[in-house]
């Protein structure tokens, strides 16, 4: 029996509007790092850390790493970080956001116009096994963009 693709929502960024980015500021690089495993079988075990991604201004950034199994274990060679809904994406560094095993992906630039609110986006990795179709995994953790 094949298993379902994983699919968990919660994905969340919130903003605070009538902020204006300082000229010449660096923020934070605020990290979110992505366990995958897929799994003998079929599936997967996914765990991101933290959750909830909260960035301290409004010039941080989010850098997310995939982080690699342990040995003999299976895992996806990246996965992309994308909105839930393609107009509810609060930076200006486009997407989706491929993230791999060798090199993190970062999304970054929030501009004073984008309003206060809540901004979901998704993980999505697809794990591959011999003899089954590939299975799409689907993860939504949360980002929260502060004042």
Known sequence: MRKLPLVLCAGVVLLSAGWRLPQGQQGTKRPVSIHFKCE???????????????????T??????LVTPGPGDSAP?????????????PFTSGF??????SKPGVAQGIQATVPAGTYKYSVTGICKFPGMAPDTVVIDPDMIIPT
């Open 96 to 101: 989706p956001i491929s993230v791999k095993t």
């Open 60 to 65: 941080d950034s989010i850098q997310w790493t």
């Open 77 to 89: 060679d990246s996965v992309l970080i994308a909105p839930k809904s393609v107009n509810q994406w």
């Open 40 to 58: 003998t079988g079929g599936g997967a075990t996914v765990t991101i850390n933290p959750w909830r991604r909260q960035l301290g201004a409004r």
